[in-house]
């Protein structure tokens, strides 16, 4: 008879709680949530008229083990039917953009592009990463993600795709970032392979591996590139408490904040506001900074390491404004740290799931992303700054980068923060450009006849083109695969 508390009611908390919940040798679960509702960063708002607007998340990758893992999950909950999918050949998977330099970018998405020059870049991207194969391995044990990228596919690929993809994915500085942590998948292909190219074409380490359910099998013969729920991505958190709630083994707590865990001669107490929790096990789903402050005193050097990991702070605008009003058409468009600072990104909402715009009428809805790593630089504390300040900021960026010029008739801001900061940064995964890198041997015969010669001048030749042709294939597959990794697989 095992009881455990799990510490947190955000999607990690819960969904741990569902496996345990399912765990024949745990017989009590006790959820500790510190706010009023579950669910964490999935957070959804419904309004009366239909419409749906996502304050955190808004799509969900289906690839990996995870993906997988993560669509099981949801058929087993039963919301299988609330599945909205966004395959690969939709234009908000095939058009991504970066604004540089004042204009939107498009970013190739067909071989073509990828041999030419395609602003904002300077040259072709396969120029761009072709050497990547002849740099040596670092023998450092970690280093910054702009420092991984540099030195291996080249700075300006670092300072401006790189860049504004961390910033989409993390709020964080590539500078900053540490490249082990946040891409283990290619830490470990330079480690095993010595390059990338080499690790995404033979491997770079084991893989876990979830068995597909009907789902899951689903979005992988649809090519899924991402799927949210009809009511908003919060509906996932929800059904798993009400499963959790039904389940007869979980107690689910609102407004449980934790303030002190301690070891005891039979497990651990942990001390809430109201009262005292007795469990065999503990499980944090707790932010670092957060788990770092109710750990007992004997847990040093540990609370000094979580004190250590650092986060940031991040403004969500969602906007919504009357009439079909975006000049292109796609996901959206980040911003590199080069071109504004303070502007993360804007995510155009009403391309991707159009089922969540209202459904009496013609409207677009937009999210912008600001702050992250640059928060207190361009807005100063965040318990100072006003709404109709970010409100306004975020309105301006709209007109400025899509020339949208009339106001949105809609606007909900949510400042997302962890204690002081919001979105640690680290754990998530990315992946950089790769090239086409074709080798060729060249081979020398000498023939007595002529027509030997002839023959066998043909027969090399023959050889050679079939040769390059087959490694120009190989090569255009993983760097469309790494393509399409950076900007589908992991929005």
């Not at 708002?45 to 997988?68: K, Y």
């Not at 939107?104 to 990463?129: N, Q």
């Not at 107690?251 to 301690?262: F, P, S, T, W």
């Not at 000094?304 to 959206?332: C, K, R």
Request: glycine share 8%.
């Amino acid at each position: 008879m095992r009881t455990i508390a799990v510490l947190g009611g955000g999607i990690g908390g819960l969904a741990t709680s569902y496996y345990l919940c399912r765990n024949p040798q745990v017989t009590k679960v006790i959820v500790l949530e510190s706010s009023s509702r579950f669910g964490g960063w999935l957070w959804s708002t419904r309004r009366s008229d239909g419409a749906v607007f996502e304050h955190g998340p808004r799509g969900i990758r289906p690839a990996g083990a995870v993906g997988r893992n993560t669509l099981n999950m949801v058929e087993e909950l039963g919301l299988e039917g609330e599945v909205l999918p966004v395959t690969y050949s939709h234009i908000a998977s095939k058009n991504r953009y970066l604004y540089v330099n004042g204009q939107l970018h498009k970013m190739p998405s067909r071989i073509s592009e990828l041999l030419r020059t395609v602003p904002p870049f300077s040259r072709p991207l396969l120029l761009s990463v072709a050497s990547e194969l002849l740099v040596t391995k670092s023998k450092e044990d970690d280093e910054s993600i702009h420092s991984f990228v540099s030195r291996r596919l080249g700075k300006e690929l670092a300072d401006i795709a790189v860049d504004s993809l961390c910033r989409g994915v993390f709020a964080g500085d590539c500078r900053k970032l540490s490249v082990r942590s946040c891409f283990p998948p290619f830490y470990d292909a330079e480690q095993r392979r010595g390059s990338l190219i080499l690790g995404m074409l033979l491997g770079s380490g084991p893989t876990p591996v979830i068995s597909p359910g009907s789902l899951a099998q689903r979005s992988i013969k649809e090519s899924w590139a991402q799927w949210s729920l009809r009511r908003g991505v919060e509906s996932l958190p929800e059904s798993l408490a009400e499963y959790l709630q039904q389940s007869g083994k979980v107690q689910l707590h609102r407004e449980a904040a934790v303030k002190q865990i301690h070891p005891s001669a039979s497990g651990w107490k942990v001390h809430l506001e109201d009262g005292v929790v007795s469990a065999d096990h503990i499980i944090s789903a707790l932010p670092a900074k957060a788990l770092s402050s109710v750990l007992p005193s004997s847990c040093q050097p540990l609370i000094q390491q979580l004190q250590d990991v650092s986060s940031v702070t991040v403004a969500v605008i969602n906007l919504e404004y009357e009439g079909s009003i975006l000049p292109v058409m796609g996901f959206g468009h980040l911003v590199p740290s080069s071109e504004d600072r303070g502007l993360l990104g804007v995510v155009y909402d009403s391309i991707p799931f159009p089922q969540h715009n209202r459904p009496d009428g013609q409207t677009t809805r937009l999210t912008v992303m600001m702050g992250g790593a640059w928060f207190q630089e361009v807005f100063g504390p965040p318990e100072a700054v006003t709404e109709e300040h970010l409100i306004a900021r975020a309105t301006e960026a709209v007109q400025c980068h899509l020339g949208v010029t009339t106001a949105p008739i809609w606007s909900r801001v949510a400042l997302q923060r962890v204690w002081q900061d919001c979105l640690c940064n680290i754990c998530m995964y990315v992946c950089m450009y790769a090239s086409v890198c074709v080798c060729v041997c060249v081979c020398v015969c000498v023939c007595v006849c002529v027509c030997v010669c002839v023959c066998v001048c043909i027969y090399i030749y023959i050889y050679i083109y079939i040769y390059i042709y087959i490694y120009i294939y190989i090569y255009i597959y993983i760097y469309i695969y790494i393509y399409i990794y950076i900007y589908i697989y992991i929005y």
